[in-house]
T-cell receptor, first 113, second 112 residues
């Protein structure tokens, strides 16, 4: 079945450690996105990529990094520079251009302990 | 701009209609979307509307778009307890329209 897979579903990290969240899609979409969700704040865009080997910062990129070496994969690294990393992280993908919706993964809940 | 605003909560009784409202600021939006999020899950697309349309109906869902006021609404007829979730409106923006901006979400509580 086509879709987006995020792993793991739950992730615990000690303060000061980097952690990488996985996002894989088999929808053949060019564009991929990472959002952060906090209660009452909706979804905020961290990074997005419109094509392989290219990505742009979103509204809250500080403390995060991404790579886009393959069309299917867009991993997000939460670095120790991110001061408040505990949140629900959502990955999405879409076709490029004016049409089409964003398809979402099931999310990864990151907790710093 | 890319501000998308929604009220945070809505409570209705089972069988009533629910109306969830959204305002957006960027008049260049071409597509506007409604998504549903169950607890602990990702977002699922419910429906979308082109910016050159005023209304779209899809079974129990009716979307109304007022471009002049930049106001979007989602009406759910005969609301069921299974409709309890968070509902997000979103607009698609940016060069090649490849950025989606979401509202804060409206938590719908359906009382039996």
């Amino acid at each position: 079945d086509g879709g987006i897979t995020q792993s793991p579903k739950y992730l615990f990290r000690k303060e000061g450690q980097n952690v990488t969240l996985s996002c894989e899609q088999n929808l053949n979409h060019d564009a991929m996105y990472w959002y952060r969700q906090d209660p009452g704040q909706g979804l905020r865009l961290i990074y997005y990529s419109q094509i392989v080997n290219d990505f742009q910062k979103g509204d809250i990129a500080e403390g995060y990094s991404v790579s886009r070496e393959k069309k299917e994969s867009f991993p997000l690294t939460v670095t120790s520079a991110q001061k408040n990393p505990t949140a629900f992280y959502l990955c999405a993908s879409s076709i490029t251009g004016q049409a089409g919706e964003a398809f979402f993964g099931q999310g990864t809940r990151l907790t710093v302990v | 701009g890319e501000d998308v605003e929604q009220s945070l909560f809505l409570s209705v009784r089972e069988g009533d209609s629910s109306v969830i409202n959204c305002t957006y600021t960027d008049s260049s939006s071409t597509y506007l979307y409604w998504y549903k999020q169950e607890p602990g899950a990702g977002l699922q697309l419910l429906t979308y509307i082109f910016s050159n349309m005023d209304m779209k109906q899809d079974q129990r869902l009716t979307v109304l778009l007022n471009k002049k006021d930049k106001h979007l609404s989602l009406r759910i007829a005969d609301t069921q307890t299974g409709d309890s979730a968070i509902y997000f409106c979103a607009e698609r923006l940016g060069y090649n329209f490849n950025k989606f901006y979401f509202g804060s979400g409206t938590k719908l509580n359906v009382k039996p």
